[in-house]
């Protein structure tokens, strides 16, 4: 079975724009969770979705939203590109949504945002 | 809020050594998962092992295995015949059962490096 996919794989942006990034699940997991990684540090969580409804977000500003289609892929959007939002975005799949042993989560490779 | 605390910046060991990776945690949760996960430069996050916080037995999984020490808050990664494939970064990670689903709060990671 594919694992979590993801793209792009970089992108180059500046400062203002707006970004998409996409994520593709494991075959049956219904939830995705985006996390923010910025180098040197680890992974920070942005959103959580399952079955098409948020189930969690972050500390992260409105700039920042989400979204789940019917097939349980997901789109990351961050909108008015600031220097500080350079960073590996990572999705990861999940099967449930619940605090069980289904909710380990399976992580993509990341898109790699660069803002200049 | 919890808090995962990594306090070894950089690790090294001789092949086929056994090296202890340190990781200490903050929470009042009572039923919660523990987690490392290992993420080799090619950048894709894996699970290395996990502990339940209601077992009182240390997880093990082949060379990984786990000292789980509940009322220290505590939760240290053992490796075992250490190879270079072992290389990479690695993040202690919690996760509140039942709580904010899809949430993993992840310590800022050791790099270990193996050497032949």
């Known amino acids: 079975d594919a694992g979590v996919t993801q793209s792009p794989t970089h992108l180059i942006k500046t400062r203002g724009q707006h970004v998409t990034l996409r994520c593709s699940p494991i075959s049956g997991h219904k939830s995705v969770s985006w996390y923010q990684q910025v180098l040197g540090q680890g992974p920070q969580f942005i959103f959580q979705y399952y079955e098409k409804e948020e189930r969690g977000r972050g500390n992260f500003p409105d700039r920042f939203s989400a979204r789940q289609f019917p097939n349980y892929s997901s789109e990351l959007n961050v909108n008015a590109l600031l220097l500080g939002d350079s960073a590996l975005y990572l999705c990861?799949?999940?099967?449930?949504?619940?605090?069980?042993?289904?909710?380990?989560?399976?992580f993509g490779p990341g898109t790699r945002l660069t803002v200049l | 809020a919890q808090t995962v605390t990594q306090s070894q910046p950089e690790m090294s060991v001789q092949e086929a050594e056994t090296v202890t990776l340190s990781c200490t945690y903050d929470?009042?949760?009572?039923?919660?998962?523990l987690f490392w996960y290992k993420q080799p430069p090619s950048r894709q996050m894996i699970l290395v092992i996990r502990q339940e916080a209601y077992k009182q037995q240390n997880a093990t999984e082949n060379r990984f295995s786990v000292n789980f020490q509940k009322a220290a808050k505590s939760f240290s990664l053992k490796i075992s015949d250490s190879q270079l494939g072992d290389t990479a970064m690695y993040f202690c990670?919690?996760?509140?059962?039942?709580?904010?689903?899809?949430?993993?709060?992840f310590g800022k990671g050791t790099k270990l490096s193996v050497k032949p």
């Open positions: 990861a799949s999940s099967l449930s949504d619940r605090g069980t042993i289904l909710t380990e989560q399976f």
């Open positions: 990670a919690f996760e509140d059962y039942g709580g904010s689903q899809g949430n993993l709060i």
């Open positions: 929470t009042s949760e009572s039923n919660y998962y």
